[in-house]
Every structure is written in C-alpha cells, then in structure tokens.
C-alpha cells in the first residue's frame, strides 16, 4: 500500500459516496485508475465493507454500553453466542480480569439489563460489568496516514 493507496481511504471514510472521478481527481489518477485501486484494496481485505454511519439515537438505539463479560471458560470459541444478541454491535475477546468486551446499543436501560440476562445464559460466562456512556466526545476513523 503507498501514500496514494492511503490517500483514497482517507477520502472514501470521510465520505464513502465519491464517484471514481473525484477520487481520481482529488489523487491525481484517472476515474478508471482510481477504481482499480480501490477495487484491489477490497480485494486484498484492506476495504471491508462501505457502509452508511446512522445516528443510533434516531433510530431508537440510544444507550451505548461496554459490558466486561466474566467467565469460567475459554470465550474464544464463542463469537456465534455473542453475535445471536443483535443489540451487541461488537463483541472482543480480551487479556486481563475479564474475558470478553462488548459494545451493545439499546433503547433503555430495562433493554440492557435483558441483554445482560441474556449473556449470562452463555456457557461458561460467570459475570458482567456495564458501563453505560453518558456523552460520546468523539469516534474516529482509522488514520490511514499514521506510520508504526
């Protein structure tokens, strides 16, 4: 991947709606250039999916929580219990006291306590800890153009 490579990424998480021609444009290629690039990055797994960034409150999502999930097993085979509760948006297997880590969005926090319920019917999972988030400051996307 080079500097244009990151460049196109940078510009399609900003707004994933641009044409070929803008891209190319704003890089310096051609509208066909550009798609092949872009066609190559989704091809090498580097572009996992376009999607559409919905505000979860208006769509009755409001309360975003992070649940620490305890257990007495090895959850690192579990990822298809996890993924059966919708509300859970993410779902990570983690070092340290607990095992897992969820992010799980809800209408209410009685909705978060069923989800809750329901994780604890999960085997092997011992205990949870939910921290429910007043205010987001901010998300961000990936810098692309940030060197390790």
């Keep these: ?15 994933a709606t641009r044409s070929y021609a803008t891209l190319g444009r704003a890089v310096g290629l051609s509208a066909g250039a550009a798609h092949e690039r872009v066609r ?14 919905v505000d979860p409150a208006a769509l009755g999502r409001g309360v975003l929580s992070f649940v620490l999930v305890d257990a007495t097993a090895w959850m690192g085979d579990r990822a298809d219990s996890f993924a059966a509760i919708p509300e859970i948006q993410e779902a990570h297997v983690i070092a340290g006291s607990s095992s897992v880590l969820v992010k799980v969005r809800t209408a209410t926090t009685e909705q978060l306590q069923d989800v809750l319920r ?3 019917a999960i085997d092997g999972v011992s205990g949870t800890q939910a921290t429910v988030v007043l205010e987001t400051f901010f998300e961000r996307a990936l810098d692309v153009d940030q060197r390790l």
């Design 1 to 15: 991947m080079d500097d244009i490579d990151r460049r196109l990424i940078a510009l399609l998480q900003h707004d």
């Design 40 to 53: 190559k990055l989704r091809e090498q797994g580097v572009i996992r999916a376009t999607v559409v960034d």
């Design 118 to 120: 329901r994780l604890y």
